[in-house]
């Protein structure tokens, strides 16, 4: 059973008047993706708002006109919400499904306040026909608590496994519980060992782990872990009689890894039915890659954006075309503030060695030195090596044309050492004549290179305090003379003899180390924010 076409019409929670439409061909999961407060959730409400009409889905009460109607409608009604599947109407489905004591099957929900911190059974219970589907939540505002009810349901399975079947208890539970660890070995790494015993004080489902002595019970899995049990559980217990059923998840990766929430949907896609869809509302990165990477060709995604005014608007969302573009549009939501943290708002090519190390390292001396000193102050800022002068032009033309494209609000800028003029000198006068007669994002440093900011003085004589070296300060005074426009690269071996280095040392690895001493407070640091960050 599949949902085609979805209405919300007359100010539906937070919609003027709302059309989700499939098409002819619905796949099995369709995905609705926004950012926060966008209304996928006020999606699934109007699902439940009309079926509740006829029979009502969990126990924990129906919302009344305040919750469903924008206007506060006393008369506002489910009849404002319409549900077309593919088989026929909802009241036409609802009908059909009488005939088998069916009818309340239509959906299965969980609420993203799911709540199962503790799990203690005490006594055994009749269970109610699961076909009623009168336990957990009603809305999407709802708190969901199911794990005490799915323990119950498993042990129901558990004997009615074992009496068809006429074979030993642990022959029955190492079916049951099987099936079971198949989804959660695929998810987290433990399983369970025993389904407990109720009438031994032992209420509970109890695991094991590689690596732990012991079997050890529910209530002290992690939160994370206790929700991927909760979910997997519950849509086991349920998957004989909602064979032919819409699920629909809110947010099920509340609480959740973004290692484990890939294959937490591979699993639930695994676990219901051929016959069922499955609604999920999300902004997870683990999620998004699975329906990404791996289910493409079964899955639709609509997407919520702000500026389609759906508040106040007619509005008709159909699903998303699979460009990279549209791709690109829905990880910033799941990113949202992180992208940043992910990819570097600003790429600065300097000059240096540009061919990488293993697993890509930065092997040039100057943007592994600048990304030491500005990691801090600058953390959205990657210096890369692209070669001498000439590929340094070259190189960033390239990245610009196709950085450009693919991350519009990437920043790509040119750094060039002052000595820019292939051996010849040039002057302050020199550099102030290149930043005006070039584009905006080049840069060129106001002394000779690198090593001129790296040789100041306070930078080696804290470098020298930190390690233990004696510095010879008049040595040093006479070498250098002139700390802007020097050649001091050719000094290096003289510069670390001045800092009591007497045996041999890599001179990289001594810049690097100094590198770590050009700090915010001297002059070199300032030195380089003017001639990169703020281009005077």
Not at 152 to 173: G, H, I, M
Request: include cysteine; charge should be negative.
């Amino acid at each position: 059973m599949r949902i085609k076409k979805l209405s919300l019409r007359n100010g539906y929670k937070r919609f003027h008047n709302l059309t989700i439409d499939l098409g002819a061909d619905p796949k099995r999961i369709v995905a609705l993706v926004g950012p926060n407060g966008c209304g996928k959730s006020s999606v699934l409400d109007g699902m439940l708002f009309h079926h509740n009409a006829y029979g009502v889905i969990g126990n924990t009460g129906g919302k009344d006109y305040k919750y469903h109607s924008m206007r506060g409608d006393a008369a506002y009604d489910y009849q404002n919400v319409s549900i077309e599947f593919v088989e026929g109407s909802y009241t036409e489905i609802r009908e059909q499904r009488k005939k088998s004591g069916k009818e309340n099957t239509i959906f299965s929900f969980r609420s993203p306040y799911r709540f199962n911190s503790n799990l203690n059974v005490i006594e055994t219970r009749a269970t109610t026909d699961i076909r009623l589907n009168n336990y957990g939540a009603t809305s999407a505002a709802d708190l969901d608590f199911k794990m005490e009810e799915s323990y119950r349901r498993l042990y129901v399975l558990y004997n009615k496994y074992l009496n068809a079947n006429d074979c030993k208890p642990s022959e029955a539970r190492a079916k049951i519980i099987g099936d079971l660890n198949r989804s959660i070995k695929n998810c987290l790494d433990l399983q369970i060992a025993s389904m407990g015993d109720i009438e031994s004080s032992r209420g509970s489902l109890f695991f094991s782990k590689p690596g732990h002595p012991a079997e050890f019970d529910f209530n002290v899995l992690s939160s994370g872990e206790k929700e991927v049990i909760d979910l997997l559980l519950d849509i086991y217990v349920r998957k004989d009689d909602f064979d032919d059923s819409v699920f629909l998840f809110d947010e099920p990766e509340l609480h959740i890894s973004t290692a484990i929430q890939k294959n937490l949907l591979r699993e639930i896609d695994r676990l219901i039915g051929e016959n069922c869809q499955i609604w999920i509302t999300t902004h997870s990165i683990g999620f998004l890659r699975a329906i990404q990477e791996e289910m493409a060709g079964k899955c639709q995604v609509i997407q919520f954006r702000p500026e389609d005014e759906m508040a106040s608007k007619p509005c008709t969302l159909t699903p998303l075309r699979t460009s990279h573009t549209n791709w690109r549009d829905i990880f910033a939501i799941a990113l949202d503030d992180l992208a940043q943290l992910v990819s570097p708002r600003r790429i600065i090519y300097c000059e240096g060695r540009d061919s990488p190390g293993r697993n890509g390292a930065e092997r040039g001396l100057d943007a592994q030195v600048f990304n030491i000193i500005f990691s801090d102050s600058y953390p959205d800022t990657m210096f890369i090596s692209s070669g001498g002068n000439t590929e340094l032009d070259q190189r960033s033309a390239i990245a610009i044309a196709i950085l450009g494209k693919v991350f519009p609000t990437l920043d790509i800028w040119i750094l060039k050492d002052r000595d820019m003029a292939s051996g010849r000198d040039t002057n302050e006068q020199d550099r102030i004549v290149y930043l005006q007669n070039n584009a905006l994002n080049h840069r060129v440093l106001r002394r000779w290179e690198i090593e001129n900011y790296l040789f100041e003085k306070e930078v080696l004589q804290a470098y020298c305090a930190d390690t233990n070296q004696q510095f010879d300060e008049a040595a040093y005074d006479a070498l250098v003379v002139d700390i802007v426009n020097q050649n001091l690269k050719d000094d290096t071996a003289k510069i670390k003899s001045l800092c009591g280095i007497k045996g041999s040392v890599n001179p990289e690895r001594f810049k690097l180390a100094l590198s770590k001493y050009v700090l915010p407070s001297g002059d070199a640091y300032q030195d380089l924010v003017q001639s990169i960050f703020l281009r005077q």
